[in-house]
């Protein structure tokens, strides 16, 4: 487990990942209320009203401190900007296993940076958390999370058919993975 006053930054080539701030709100109003955005996630609603954001953010203290997962806001490292977030969640440390969620705002899109912040996270989640198995998922009718799937090594697992209910339909979701490699 992490206190939250230790939440870790992690750097890569194009972008810094952190914690998120308060003072990030506004723009993840912006950028996660985005119909495209909220269209291919799970949980994020469309409209996006006022609070909710700062709603989500203030559960991440007590998310890190109980161990069930970490966020970070995706940044440009040359600008400081706020692009994006990725995830580890349902950290199950019995299991050594977490998911792999992210979003990227549409203006960022074909940048590299939903790939770039996803290997970041997930080399951090097999070095610091010690984690054995990362998985992630995505609707079937969004090919392009499937490739940043691909691109960080996770491999196809299978099919869950009408898995999550969103806006009156069935949606069916493609499973990857990827497993340590130096899991002891």
């Not at 709100?25 to 609070?51: F, S, W």
């Not at 069930?68 to 299991?95: C, N, P």
């Not at 070095?127 to 196809?156: D, W």
Request: glycine fraction near 8%; hydrophobic fraction near 40%; charged fraction near 20%.
């Amino acid at each position: 487990m992490i206190a939250p006053h230790n939440h870790p930054k992690i750097a890569t080539q194009q972008l810094i990942l952190r914690r998120f701030e308060l003072t990030d709100a506004a723009a993840v109003q912006r950028l996660a209320g985005d119909r495209a955005i909220a269209d291919t996630t799970v949980e994020i609603p469309h409209p996006y009203e006022n609070g909710v954001a700062e709603s989500w953010i203030s559960t991440h203290a007590e998310e890190l401190s109980s161990g069930a997962g970490i966020h970070f806001a995706v940044t440009l490292k040359s600008t400081r900007e706020l692009v994006g977030s990725v995830s580890l969640m349902k950290i199950d440390q019995r299991h050594a296993r977490a998911e792999l969620g992210y979003w990227i705002g549409q203006a960022y899109w074909n940048n590299g940076y939903c790939t770039e912040a996803a290997r970041g996270l997930i080399q951090f989640g097999f070095r610091k958390l010690r984690l054995n198995r990362i998985f992630a998922r995505h609707f079937t009718r969004n090919p392009a999370s499937g490739a940043v799937l691909k691109k960080i090594g996770m491999q196809y697992e299978g099919l869950q058919r009408q898995h999550f209910y969103k806006w009156g339909i069935f949606e069916d979701v493609a499973l990857y993975a990827i497993i340590n490699p130096n899991h002891d």
